[in-house]
C-alpha cells in the first residue's frame, strides 16, 4: 500500500540548516515533490526528484533520496525566520495523477 | 495570474445542508483534483479529474460529488452536511503527468455544525 511519514515537528535556530525527513512505502513512485504551506494558504511547490536521481539542489534547498531505504530528506541551508511553513512531502507513481502526502512537518524557525 | 481560484474561502453550515465548494483555474489543465486537509493527517485525495467529462474517485469519496462539465471548472458538491467534513478543502490542477506539478488554490474553510 501507500504510506508517507514524516516527523511532526522541527524547530532551529535562524542561520541553522534544516533538515526534513520523510519516508515512503511504495517502490513504484517515480516523483517525490516537497510542498510548504503558509499559514492560512495552499501548498506551494518548493522542488520534486525523480526516483532514478538521487540528489537535486536548488539555491538554499538539496533533495536526497535513498531508494533503497525509501527514504527522502529536504535540507534547507541558512534557514530563515520566513521559511517557518509546513512542509509536506508527497509521492506519485508514474502515469497517475494521485498524489499521496505525508502528514507534514512544522519547520519552526527562531531568531 | 490567477492560477487556482476556490470559492468561497469560508463557510459554516449546518447539518444535513447542501453545499457546492467552487474551483476555476485558468491555466488550461487538463488535470484537476480535490483534497481535504485534517489535523494530523495531511492531505487526502476525495476525487479527481482526467479531463473534461471524466471524473473518479479519490481516497475519501463517501459523501461528496464531483462534475467536470468544462477544463475550468471542478464543483465539489456536499449533498448533506456532516460534522465529519468539517475540514480545508483543497483544489488543485496541473498540465498534465509527468514532471508537471499540482497548482493549489488558497483553500476552503469549512465547518459544519
Known amino acids: 500500500g501507500e504510506d508517507v511519514e514524516q516527523s511532526l515537528f522541527l524547530s532551529v535556530r535562524e542561520g541553522d540548516s534544516s533538515v526534513i525527513n520523510c519516508t515512503y512505502t511504495?517502490?513504484?513512485?517515480?516523483?517525490l515533490y516537497w510542498y510548504k504551506q503558509e499559514p492560512g494558504a495552499g501548498l506551494q511547490l518548493l522542488t520534486y526528484?525523480?526516483?532514478?536521481?538521487d540528489m537535486k539542489q536548488d539555491q538554499r534547498l538539496t533533495v536526497l533520496l535513498n531508494k533503497k531505504d525509501k527514504h527522502l530528506s529536504l535540507r534547507i541551508a541558512d534557514t530563515q525566520t520566513g521559511d517557518s511553513a509546513i512542509y509536506f512531502c508527497a509521492e506519485r507513481q508514474q502515469g497517475f495523477q494521485k498524489l499521496v502526502f505525508g502528514t507534514g512537518t512544522r519547520l519552526l524557525v527562531s531568531p | 495570474n490567477a492560477g487556482v481560484t476556490q470559492t468561497p474561502k469560508f463557510q459554516v453550515l449546518k447539518t444535513g445542508q447542501s453545499m457546492t465548494l467552487q474551483c476555476a483555474q485558468d491555466m488550461n489543465h487538463e488535470y484537476m483534483s480535490w483534497y481535504r486537509q485534517d489535523p494530523g493527517m495531511g492531505l487526502r485525495l476525495i476525487h479527481y479529474?482526467?479531463?473534461?467529462?471524466?471524473?473518479d474517485q479519490g481516497e475519501v469519496p463517501n459523501g461528496y460529488n464531483v462534475s467536470r462539465s468544462t477544463t475550468e471548472d471542478f464543483p465539489l458538491r456536499l449533498l448533506s452536511a456532516a460534522p465529519s467534513q468539517t475540514s480545508v478543502y483543497f483544489c488543485?490542477?496541473?498540465?498534465?503527468?509527468?514532471?508537471?506539478?499540482?497548482?493549489f488554490g488558497d483553500g476552503t474553510r469549512l465547518s459544519i455544525l
Open positions: 526528484i525523480f526516483s532514478n536521481m
Open positions: 479529474s482526467v479531463g473534461a467529462g471524466i471524473t
Open positions: 488543485a490542477s496541473s498540465r498534465g503527468q509527468g514532471t508537471q506539478p499540482q497548482h
Open positions: 511504495d517502490s513504484s513512485s517515480t516523483y
